[in-house]
């Protein structure tokens, strides 16, 4: 095979054991790889009803065919695993060495299972795992954590670690690597943190597998080229996604005060040109031109990475609005090793909990010091408040009761990120629908819809929504290449399959893509109803009570929501184009015409399957 090592290496914590498998051309012509191949070996070797933070757990780490080549942001990999937060299917892409690392060691993928009897750290060197004793790395935060290791094997290792919030299983830890390059919201930390794992350190020297070395460099090149010369590449450069902020306030979607409204008085101290003023430099993934890091100084007078998901959380969600502050929450959680944008929700829902006099604690809306101490609670589970919100918004809400399930702001227990949908329904559907809980990657069609008309709960949404879900949930996940250069700067989407094509010699074009998106797509879905079982039901696909009962009071869309009858209406026109029944359980006859008739016999053991 080219463009794939047709390698994986399978990880006994327990065992203290490592072994390599082949696997086949099926498999990567049909799952590509990244999150194809984490939810195929999720699907295949994760026994139904595995406590998440058990040793049975698997964590999966996976890169694509096209990466550690030398092409436009192909630095990425998914990390993968039953989410200790949804107890269903839970992922995330990080840009980090230990992408182009792992695979130039020579795999694709590789899975931990089992627990360590203590702290472990795994180094993967070329053909070798070696086990080391990580007592002394336990309890370091994670920039601490890296650059230990830093020193101990070089800069330019692949690293990917756990912070504190891992090491207490707060349920959504997340996995760091390179300070402040993170994935895995649905407490992928925890899963390691309960392996006892604290670092795994990649280091590679092989070179990739490619079929046609010359088209690719020259591709690579001029790829590369095409990004720099985009209109927009240079406001970009600026600002990454943080122009976002006043994007949203324009068009009421900032999610502000716990998502009740989607404008916030504060904005412009927490925007793009605000960020400008204090910015030190820009900070990326491998392999990308487009480093849309941006790296400033916080209020502590330390660095921190800033994004929109990460300053609208920590920003206007909570009341904050001076953007160093901002800047200082983000880089605690960041150490931590916290996914900022459940933080951030956590944050609110116990300002909005102390306001109405839920809790006893009194945490002030835009309180920093508060909000920062009680960061630290959360990651280290100290008093009841920070133990109870370290499982997140849903069980807090369960636990809390007295109605705050409606203004608990999650889908199938994952926080919602940073768009508020009183007034948008394709984007509310794609929250509702998004294969790992209320999540943006898979369907970011917010933008679309703001251009297109909000009003309307149409089939021309419910079919945008699907086609995005398919190019960035489905494609670009699979092939494990960020989806910014194409949705940001415009590099036109023509060019992946020629990637794919010098790289693997395969020719895979679009509608081809397609299907592989949504195989994948069906295959997270039926590993969701395999785990809930009878329990399964279309509720878990609609975004919380708030957006459709509390309308929003300020801004120019002051008196909208979304309408309950509408939505019903839309998520069942989306179930039928999906070829899903009206539970929204895929039929027997949808799995079979995507290749998964295996999967649909081991579904229908679990759950009926419409024909
Ligand atoms: S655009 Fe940003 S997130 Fe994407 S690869 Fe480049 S630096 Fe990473």
Known sequence: MFGWNGKLLHVNLGKG?????????????????????????????????????????????????????????????????????????????????????????????????????????????????????????????????????????????????IGQGGENLVKFANIVSQEGRAGGRPGMGAVMGSKNLKAVVFIGSNELPVAYPKEMKDLGMEAYREVLVKPNYAFWKREGTMSTIEWSQENSVLPTFNYS?????????????????????????????MTCGN??????????????????????NIGVGKLKQVAALNRVADEYGLDTISLGSVLGFAMEASEKGLIKEKVPWGGFKGSKALIKDIAFRQGYLGNLLADGVYSASEELGKGSNRWAMHVKGLEISAYDCHTTPAMALAYGTCS???????????????????????????????????????????????????????????????????????????????????????????????????????????PPPRWFEEPLTEGSFKGAMLDRTKYDAMLQMYYQKRGWDERGIPRESTLTSLGLRNAAKELGGHVSLAG
């Not at 336990?138 to 230990?148: D, M, P, V």
């Not at 409204?261 to 430099?281: H, L, P």
């Open 261 to 289: 409204e989607g404008v916030f008085s504060k904005a412009d101290g927490i925007g793009g040109f605000a960020m400008e003023k204090i910015k030190v430099s820009n900070r990326g993934c491998p392999q990308c031109n």
């Open 436 to 542: 790992i809980g209320a999540h943006h990657k898979d369907a970011w069609v917010i933008a679309w819809e703001v251009k297109a008309g909000r009003k309307g709960y149409t089939a021309e949404k419910v079919d945008k929504v699907i086609e995005l879900q398919r190019i960035r949930g489905g494609v670009f996940e699979c092939l494990t290449v960020c989806r910014l250069p194409w949705i940001e700067v415009g590099l036109e989407l023509e060019w992946y399959p020629k990637f794919l094509h010098a790289a693997t010699s395969i020719e895979l074009p679009w509608q081809t893509l397609n299907v592989i998106g949504d195989r994948v797509f069906n295959l997270i879905r039926a590993f969701w109803i395999r785990e809930y079982g009878k329990k399964w039901s279309p509720e878990m696909d609609v």
């Open 17 to 161: 054991k490592a072994v390599a498998d082949k696997y086949d051309a099926e498999m990567a012509k049909n799952f590509l790889g990244g999150r194809g191949f984490a939810a195929k070996i999720l699907w295949d070797e994760l026994k139904p009803g595995t406590d998440p933070l058990s040793p049975d757990n698997k964590l999966v780490f996976a890169g694509g065919p096209l990466t550690g080549f030398a092409l436009p942001s192909s630095g990425k990999l998914v990390v993968a695993s039953k989410s200790p937060l949804t107890w269903g299917y839970g992922d995330g892409n990080i840009g980090t060495f230990a992408a182009v690392q792992m695979r130039k060691a020579g795999y694709d993928a590789v899975i931990v299972e089992g627990k360590a009897e203590g702290p472990v750290i795994l180094l993967l060197r070329d053909e070798s795992a070696e086990f080391f004793d990580a007592k002394d790395f336990w309890g370091l935060n994670s920039f601490e954590t890296e650059k230990k290791l830093g020193d101990l094997y070089g800069h330019t290792v692949g690293v990917l670690c």
């Open 295 to 316: 790296v400033v100084k916080d209020s502590d007078r330390k660095e921190s990475e800033l994004d929109y998901e990460n300053v609208a959380m920590l920003g206007s």
